[in-house]
């Protein structure tokens, strides 16, 4: 996927969760740079790795007490359970599906993930609509 610099935002969508209702604020700010981190990398995924999530949420330390809440909004790609797919993480992320962390060690957030097909997608159309007017 070709880089996009912002994701969409939904504020009703983000007041609206439970899940994130039920965070702390330190959570959610460690839950929106996870995001970030995630919609930088070219899978829109982060590592599944807890030392490693313990940094780039800004939690460090706290991370083993505060951090399951955030982890919990990530899915991982296991290719062992294709039965277990709800949504649309396989079409958005060919070969994931939601289960047990798997081999190539990367979670998802299946709306970010979505999100982020639909802007590449559509600044493609734009590009390519923009070279058929210059041509």
Request: aromatic fraction near 8%; charge should be positive; glycine fraction near 8%.
């Amino acid at each position: 996927m070709s880089s996009v610099p912002y994701f969409k935002f939904f504020p009703a969508d983000w007041l609206g969760s439970t899940s994130v209702a039920c965070m702390t604020l330190e959570q959610q700010g460690a839950y929106m740079r996870l995001l970030s981190h995630a919609w930088q990398a070219s899978d829109c995924g982060i590592p599944d790795d807890d030392a490693m999530l313990a940094m780039l949420s800004g939690l460090g330390d706290r991370w083993p007490s505060a951090g399951p809440p955030v982890r919990r909004m990530f899915r991982w790609r296991s290719p062992e359970s294709p039965d277990a797919v709800p949504d649309t993480l396989t079409e958005l992320l060919p070969g994931a599906t939601d289960g047990q962390p798997a081999s190539n060690g990367r979670c998802y957030n299946r709306k970010l993930a979505r999100i982020k097909r639909e802007s590449v997608d559509v600044s493609a159309q734009r590009s390519q609509a923009a070279g058929k007017r210059w041509r």
